[in-house]
């Protein structure tokens, strides 16, 4: 009994140095700051290229903080982190690490220091990055001007603050292994795989997360959630009336809007302004790969455009008056919200993005959750900044009652798909976010 | 028929049901003070509260405001005894053509409701849908600024704070 006892001890002993051997990750010793001039200049150009398709300056910004300076607050469902400062500042930021240690991050998702790196850094996707883009990313990231900044403190509960805890999440969920062509297709499809899985992370928002918050690999692409907006799903299950094509794919992503589509919102609006300034080739590359996983286009809607008059010219009319139609006095009260707030743009026949997205191809209305076309209704699209792109006012003012009826009729008379369940409480979920934040600055003392 | 509270006093609207509520103020009630910009509901001339909140008229039909409550500039003051926001704009010259300011005051308003000792970000923000074609800005946030003492009960002297 005793040995058998003792030898459950020794097993148990090296299991958890077996556990401990594994979770450890040494130092890699400190570097001076590498001067700017030991970087190639197009090397640089090639990983600005690739930070803006990585999206990285969107997480790794505070609002009205440094670019690159990090702080900003990103809640999880297990507590809130803090991004980090990646310019080359030798104290709080990248400044001491070398290539080795910022390929280690990418790759492992350990610090210089050899701590473990929450998931909310998605190193479970930029794995898959190259060597050379490595570097490159590096050599961008390395010659930026240092700023001073520390992150505040994450706030997670006990254990998962621990970051050796990482260590038994990734020997669960994160399985890295490097990229590799599939020979029966072209490069440019290669080419967008590679950077739709790698650098640009799109299934950290568009699949599905498990309850430990790891992806659910076998449901890539499936559709998921970020700050309170639906990652629509990417694959075959896409809610879009109208199938999304590679040059439909490659506008939006560019543009930030697409005709039949509409508008990138909540935490797209930054990825679209973001692959805005990527290399053209690389957006075509992602757009090829991206349409691949679609539905086939014989199953879905064809989309409709508004019919040139004899002029040629599109139907011009908006405002209030266009709007003015004919009701039947039996009118349900969502079809004479509709026709009151909505249809001056949303049926006036004038596309985008002067005029408003046909709601009867509308994603949003076709989705299998109202969250974002509540968000949409009560926060609108405000003007985008130097370009022409959609704008909606919001509508806050509308009751939940109005809500309700409105939302009622474009989902069943103009999407024709069956009502959505518990509407009252995504209204009250999606008013809550909505509304203006109260005074939270800590650094104001008392009167 | 519509019926709603505009200024403290309950109205019951003739206009269509369809009809925006901009149009309501200004063509049935003789309330002018909420003006007619862009009609889209992006300048932010119009801006009236619904219920405390900040809405484009422009762009509300009257129909979605049965027995909610309205209150345009005029229900803060008037010329004789402005409310402290209005006398706040006035002290601060916030106005140069003055087509905006209704819009801006209510929006201004709005804030300090939920608000009062909003810094200089949370009045740009709060005032970002509102555009100011004649470039007051700086002295638009001076003014909220100002409103904001006088309604916590320490009005500023003569002397203007400093804006950044």
Not at chain 1, 374 to 383: C, M, S, Y
Not at chain 2, 118 to 125: N, Y
Request: with cysteine.
């Amino acid at each position: 009994m005793k040995r058998v006892l003792l030898l459950t001890l020794v097993a148990a002993g090296c299991g958890a140095l077996a556990a401990l051997a594994y979770a450890w990750h040494g130092e890699i010793a400190p570097i001076s700051p590498p001067p700017a001039a030991t970087f190639d200049r197009a090397q640089i150009e090639r990983g600005a290229a690739l930070a803006l398709i990585g999206d990285c300056r969107t997480c790794h910004t505070a609002p009205g903080g440094t670019t690159f300076a990090g702080g900003l607050a990103m809640p999880t469902p297990f507590g809130t982190i803090y991004s980090t400062n990646i310019t080359p500042d030798p104290e709080t930021g990248i400044g001491r690490w070398p290539l080795a240690a910022f390929v280690r991050a990418m790759r492992e998702g350990v610090d210089r220091e050899g701590r473990h790196l929450y998931p909310a850094f998605p190193y479970d996707h930029f794995s898959l990055t190259t060597d050379a883009d490595l570097a490159a990313l590096y050599a961008f990231l390395m010659t930026r001007t240092p700023v001073v900044a520390t992150a505040p403190a994450n706030q997670l509960p006990f254990p998962i603050n621990i970051r050796l805890v990482l260590a038994g999440w990734k020997l669960l969920f994160f399985h890295p292994e490097p990229f590799k062509d599939d020979p029966s297709r072209d490069a440019a499809w290669n080419r967008g795989r590679y950077l739709v899985e790698g650098l640009a992370h799109c299934g950290a928002c568009h699949t599905p997360r498990n309850l430990m918050g790891a992806e659910i690999r076998s449901r890539a692409f499936a559709g998921g959630e970020a700050e309170g907006w639906t990652a629509y799903p990417l694959d075959a299950q896409s809610p879009a009336r109208v199938p999304w094509t590679k040059a439909a794919l490659a506008q939006y992503l560019r543009e930030g809007w697409q005709t039949d589509h509409g508008v990138a919102l909540g935490p797209m609006g930054p990825v679209t302004e973001n692959l805005a300034e990527a290399p053209a080739q690389d957006i075509e590359a992602m757009a090829d790969y991206l349409a691949s996983l679609g539905a086939p286009a014989s199953e879905t809607a064809t989309p409709k455009a508004p019919a040139p008059d004899a002029s040629g010219q599109r139907p011009q009319s908006a405002g209030w008056q266009a709007a003015a139609m004919a009701l039947p006095t039996d009118a349900s009260a969502g079809r004479r919200v509709f026709a009151a707030a909505c249809a001056a743009c949303h049926q006036a026949g004038r596309p985008l993005p002067l005029g408003g997205v046909d709601l009867a191809l509308s994603t949003a209305v076709a989705a299998e959750t109202p969250r974002n076309l509540l968000n949409l209704i009560l926060r609108g699209v405000p003007a985008a900044d130097g370009v022409a792109a959609p704008i909606m006012p919001p509508f806050a003012a509308m009751d939940d009652t109005a809500l309700t009826a409105l939302l009622d009729y474009l989902r069943r008379d103009i999407a024709a798909r069956p009502a959505w369940l518990d509407l009252a409480a995504a209204i009250t979920a999606a008013r809550r976010a909505a509304a203006p934040q109260t005074t939270a600055n800590p650094a104001k003392g008392a009167p | 028929m519509i019926t709603f509270t505009v200024n403290g006093t309950r109205r019951t609207i003739a206009a269509a049901p369809d009809t925006p509520l901009l149009y309501v103020l200004r063509g049935e009630l003789e309330l002018n003070g909420a003006k007619f910009g862009c009609g889209l509901g992006q300048c932010g001339a119009c801006t009236v509260l619904v219920d405390g909140e900040p809405v484009f008229s422009c762009i509300t039909p009257v129909m979605l405001l049965d027995e909610r409550t309205v209150r345009t500039i005029e229900g803060l003051g008037s010329a004789d005894a402005p409310g402290p926001v209005q006398a706040a704009f006035i002290a601060e010259q916030a106005a140069q053509c003055g087509y905006c300011i209704a819009g801006m005051v209510m929006r201004a308003q709005a804030l300090l409701e939920r608000d009062g000792d909003p810094d200089d970000d949370a009045i740009l923000a709060a005032l970002e849908p509102s555009l100011c074609r004649c470039g007051t800005h700086v002295r638009i946030v001076r003014a909220v600024k100002r409103a904001a003492r006088t309604m916590a009960g320490k009005p500023m002297a003569g002397k203007v704070e400093a804006v950044r």
